[in-house]
């Protein structure tokens, strides 16, 4: 027990035993009392005001004992599940603090109902000597009978809270098996009626809510939605909400967010039905939506709930030649086919399979079929190697690298500004639909004709955005491919070195610089030879020989660098 002397204490102690005996030791007792919001709704014979009389009422006995109010910790409105309370961690601070000697509450379930937390708080007591105190249950934490009554009445009180929490679970099951809504904020659409203690449609708000829907399942995207409604001018649902402190305050009359609209798309109740425990039931409330809307939007969204990445979709196996590699017996693009061995690493082997064999299978009449696709691109970048070891080949790679882009710099600039001239024109209709809208506010059909029209031009809005970024991004990135040519030539001078440290997505541009199309086709060494075309090679991967075309951004007379650096129409590499 923490015993508090006056000044005088300390030199009657210096007297000795016997003037000490005389002195009365002072022990500051601290009130605590707590009372729910369910208790207070009840008026029982519990409040905050009755809890301190019968407290002091108590106190007043142990008077002569030397207990003295030392101050009045209270809480109210908060429950005895949890040690979350304001008053009760001022009263724990006090307590580490030394300055208080014993606790006082009207009956522990004040403090806490759980069995677990008082043996913590009675840990912290008895670690300091703070004696704990019942008003209306006796008993003495230092006493074993009275420590047996603590741990009988803490266990009564657990009982007595699983019980009711179990009893509020039956009701709201109960309540939701006959449709009826359990609670919590009132949903956006729907006001509370509390004689037929059911939801009913808000005439304003349930317009809001099923243009909501109609937007989601014309725009796929709850941000788009959300960008839509604030562009129209419309705010969250406006409450007034009352704090435990007995403030009234506002909340909500926000802009929307993707959250927000996505939170209502999913929500069962929009089509009248009321949700408990994760089964739904035949709500006693009218849907705002029908059930197949309230399908549709759902649809919409689920689209888009793990879309892949641009890039990955693009080339998600990392292929180089993706888009350029051509079958030369069918014409058709060759595309990324993974086979169901996989190497050491765990990775599965990689082939370019020829797109009729993709589409038709065996039926199919191509004789290349698939082609190995490691093999084949390590020999693609050795032919590029040594092309890019040659001036004449970089500088022509250089002018028709400018050219190209010269011609597709024009058209976008084009475009561009008939993107920006389009975005601008849907800003200022949009704007003047809005001014309409405030003039004739509330005259019936009118201003639901006015609020389609706007909504149209917001999504205008929103398409002539895209297509604005879309072609701001190209014309950007055709405005970087004409390098300058030191660093080309300082780039490709130092191929076979730099090349293994580029990234993927550096290596496909590197790439599609250079090559415009190569074409891959079975040859047979012994029944056929190569024509006179000093664009084709032949080359032998694994077991089979392929004829291989190249179309390079350059001049023919590349073909003559090649030549004289051994790598010619009749190349033999392994692959």
Same mark, same amino acid.
Request: hydrophobic share 35%; with cysteine.
């Given at each position: 027990?923490?015993?508090?002397?006056?000044?005088?204490?300390?030199?009657?102690?210096?007297?000795?035993?016997?003037?000490?005996?005389?002195?009365?030791?002072?022990?500051?007792?601290?009130?605590?009392?707590?009372?729910?919001?369910?208790?207070?709704?009840?008026?029982?014979?519990?409040?905050?005001?009755?809890?301190?009389?019968?407290?002091?009422?108590?106190?007043?006995?142990?008077?002569?004992?030397?207990?003295?109010?030392?101050?009045?910790?209270?809480?109210?409105?908060?429950?005895?599940?949890?040690?979350?309370?304001?008053?009760?961690?001022?009263?724990?601070?006090?307590?580490?603090?030394?300055?208080?000697?014993?606790?006082?509450?009207?009956?522990?379930?004040?403090?806490?109902?759980?069995?677990?937390?008082?043996?913590?708080?009675?840990?912290?007591?008895?670690?300091?000597?703070?004696?704990?105190?019942?008003?209306?249950?006796?008993?003495?934490?230092?006493?074993?009978?009275?420590?047996?009554?603590?741990?009988?009445?803490?266990?009564?009180?657990?009982?007595?809270?699983?019980?009711?929490? &179990?009893?509020?679970?039956?009701?709201?099951? /109960? =309540?939701?098996?006959? +449709? $009826?809504?359990?609670? #919590?904020?009132?949903?956006? @659409?729907?006001?509370?009626?509390?004689?037929?203690?059911?939801?009913?449609?808000?005439?304003?708000?349930?317009?809001?809510?099923?243009?909501?829907?109609?937007?989601?399942?014309?725009?796929?995207?709850?941000?788009?939605?959300?960008?839509?409604?604030?562009?129209?001018?419309?705010?969250?649902?406006?409450?007034?909400?009352?704090?435990?402190?007995?403030?009234?305050?506002?909340?909500?009359?926000?802009?929307?967010?993707?959250?927000?609209?996505?939170?209502?798309?999913?929500?069962?109740?929009?089509?009248?039905?009321?949700?408990?425990?994760?089964?739904?039931?035949?709500?006693?409330?009218?849907?705002?939506?029908?059930?197949?809307?309230?399908?549709?939007?759902?649809?919409?969204?689920?689209?888009? &709930?793990?879309?892949?990445?641009?890039?990955? /979709? =693009?080339?998600?196996? +990392? $292929?180089?030649?993706? #888009?350029?590699?051509?079958? @030369?017996?069918?014409?058709?693009?060759?595309?990324?086919?993974?086979?169901?061995?996989?190497?050491?690493?765990?990775?599965?082997?990689?082939?370019?399979?020829?797109?009729?064999?993709?589409?038709?299978?065996?039926?199919?009449?191509?004789?290349?079929?698939?082609?190995?696709?490691?093999?084949?691109?390590?020999?693609?970048?050795?032919?590029?190697?040594?092309?890019?070891?040659?001036?004449?080949?970089?500088?022509?790679?250089?002018?028709?690298?400018?050219?190209?882009?010269?011609?597709?710099?024009?058209?976008?600039?084009?475009?561009?500004?008939?993107?920006?001239?389009?975005?601008?024109?849907?800003?200022?209709?949009?704007?003047?639909?809005?001014?309409?809208?405030?003039?004739?506010?509330?005259?019936?059909?009118?201003?639901?004709?006015?609020?389609?029209?706007?909504?149209?031009?917001?999504?205008?809005?929103?398409?002539?955005?895209?297509?604005?970024?879309?072609?701001?991004?190209?014309?950007?990135?055709?405005?970087?491919?004409?390098?300058?040519?030191?660093?080309?030539?300082?780039?490709?001078?130092?191929?076979?070195?730099?090349?293994?440290?580029?990234?993927?997505?550096?290596?496909?541009?590197?790439?599609?610089?250079?090559?415009?199309?190569?074409?891959?086709?079975?040859?047979?060494?012994?029944?056929?030879?190569?024509?006179?075309?000093?664009?084709?090679?032949?080359?032998?991967?694994?077991?089979?020989?392929?004829?291989?075309?190249?179309?390079?951004?350059?001049?023919?007379?590349?073909?003559?660098?090649?030549?004289?650096?051994?790598?010619?129409?009749?190349?033999?590499?392994?692959?």
């Amino acid at each position: 027990m923490i015993s508090s002397t006056y000044p005088e204490d300390s030199a009657a102690h210096a007297t000795g035993r016997k003037a000490n005996a005389n002195v009365k030791k002072v022990i500051r007792c601290a009130i605590y009392s707590r009372v729910s919001t369910d208790e207070q709704t009840r008026r029982d014979y519990n409040s905050l005001e009755t809890q301190l009389d019968i407290c002091r009422h108590a106190l007043a006995v142990k008077k002569h004992e030397g207990w003295v109010e030392d101050e009045h910790f209270s809480d109210g409105g908060y429950s005895g599940k949890n040690l979350e309370r304001p008053a009760l961690g001022r009263l724990l601070a006090a307590i580490r603090a030394g300055e208080v000697g014993a606790v006082m509450v009207y009956k522990i379930d004040r403090l806490t109902r759980s069995i677990a937390d008082f043996y913590a708080l009675w840990e912290e007591l008895k670690k300091r000597e703070v004696i704990f105190v019942s008003a209306t249950q006796s008993f003495d934490t230092s006493d074993p009978t009275g420590n047996l009554m603590l741990n009988m009445l803490l266990s009564f009180g657990q009982f007595e809270r699983e019980l009711t929490s &179990e009893r509020v679970r039956h009701k709201n099951l /109960e =309540r939701a098996r006959r +449709g $009826l809504w359990n609670g #919590g904020w009132v949903p956006t @659409g729907f006001t509370y009626d509390k004689g037929a203690k059911t939801l009913a449609a808000d005439k304003e708000e349930s317009k809001l809510v099923r243009r909501i829907f109609a937007l989601t399942k014309e725009l796929k995207s709850p941000t788009a939605v959300a960008d839509a409604l604030n562009e129209l001018g419309l705010f969250t649902k406006l409450r007034t909400v009352t704090r435990k402190s007995g403030e009234r305050q506002e909340v909500g009359g926000k802009r929307w967010i993707g959250d927000r609209v996505r939170r209502i798309i999913t929500n069962p109740i929009y089509k009248g039905t009321i949700v408990h425990e994760g089964i739904e039931y035949e709500g006693q409330h009218d849907g705002l939506v029908s059930d197949k809307v309230w399908a549709a939007a759902n649809e919409a969204l689920a689209s888009l &709930e793990n879309p892949a990445r641009p890039h990955e /979709e =693009r080339n998600k196996h +990392g $292929l180089l030649l993706k #888009g350029l590699l051509r079958c @030369g017996c069918c014409g058709n693009l060759m595309t990324p086919k993974p086979a169901g061995k996989k190497d050491p690493d765990g990775n599965p082997y990689l082939y370019y399979c020829c797109g009729d064999v993709a589409k038709d299978g065996g039926a199919s009449a191509c004789n290349l079929r698939n082609l190995s696709a490691k093999p084949f691109e390590d020999y693609i970048v050795r032919v590029i190697g040594e092309f890019a070891k040659h001036p004449k080949s970089i500088a022509a790679t250089l002018t028709a690298a400018k050219k190209e882009g010269s011609k597709a710099i024009t058209p976008l600039k084009k475009r561009v500004a008939a993107a920006q001239a389009q975005l601008d024109e849907a800003e200022q209709e949009l704007e003047h639909c809005k001014g309409m809208l405030r003039k004739v506010d509330g005259r019936g059909g009118l201003t639901e004709e006015l609020m389609a029209d706007a909504e149209k031009l917001v999504e205008r809005k929103r398409q002539c955005r895209i297509e604005l970024e879309v072609a701001q991004m190209e014309l950007q990135r055709r405005q970087r491919l004409p390098l300058h040519e030191t660093h080309i030539t300082a780039a490709f001078g130092q191929f076979d070195r730099l090349f293994p440290a580029l990234d993927q997505g550096q290596r496909e541009e590197l790439i599609r610089l250079l090559i415009r199309e190569v074409r891959v086709s079975r040859f047979d060494p012994e029944k056929e030879t190569i024509p006179v075309d000093p664009m084709v090679f032949r080359t032998k991967i694994r077991t089979a020989w392929y004829r291989v075309s190249f179309q390079f951004y350059v001049s023919p007379s590349l073909s003559m660098d090649l030549q004289k650096c051994g790598t010619g129409s009749h190349s033999e590499g392994d692959g």
